[in-house]
């Protein structure tokens, strides 16, 4: 039983990052494109809602929960199976918590939050909107990398499992 639901926990948390890092892959290929060749004020708006919304969604559950799921994933790899998943899931807790979230706090959540202080019209929302939107961008193309490594790592620890069976 328990054996199952650590298998269920590993497909789960593969498909969930993976969703993660398509959002990311989303905003990277082509979102923030259109908002930066978008009017800067129609531009700024739009990624200010967007910034304002996220808060609410879904992916913010799926974002902050994959932190906490990581975590004891790793620690469970750690303790309780075998020395081939546990470097997979440490791996994959490695790339979601550093690559992603900790990017997310320190890279891309101060360029969101300077940018919502600003009022979409003007002069300084203008200025900052083309280094915004580059600085922004790159950063987020490792979010989605990262993303991907982990989903990798998740997936790789599941079928070392489902191997083991």
């Known amino acids: 039983m328990i054996q199952q639901l650590f298998e269920i926990s590993l497909v789960a948390v593969t498909l969930a990052t993976g969703l ?9 290929d082509f ?16 990624m200010q809602i967007i910034n304002r919304e996220v808060y609410r969604s879904l992916f913010m559950a799926l ?9 004891l994933l790793a620690v469970a790899g750690i303790f309780l199976v075998g020395r081939d998943v546990a470097l997979w899931l440490v791996g994959a807790a490695g790339a979601y918590i550093i690559g992603v979230m900790a990017i997310t706090a320190r890279k891309n959540v101060p ?11 003007s002069a300084d929302a203008r ?7 580059r600085d922004w961008t790159r950063w987020n193309h490792l979010r989605w990398v990262a993303g991907l490594a982990a989903a990798i790592g998740y997936f790789g620890a599941t079928v070392t ?3 083991q069976v």
């Open 20 to 28: 993660v890092a398509g959002v990311f892959l989303t905003f990277s």
């Open 31 to 46: 979102v923030m494109r259109a908002l930066a060749r978008a009017e800067p004020a129609a531009g700024i708006e739009a």
């Open 63 to 71: 974002l902050i929960g994959l932190t906490i799921v990581s975590i």
């Open 111 to 121: 360029m969101n939050q300077r940018l919502d202080r600003m009022e979409h019209r």
């Open 127 to 133: 200025a900052y909107w083309a280094t915004y939107t």
């Open 161 to 163: 499992v489902a191997g």
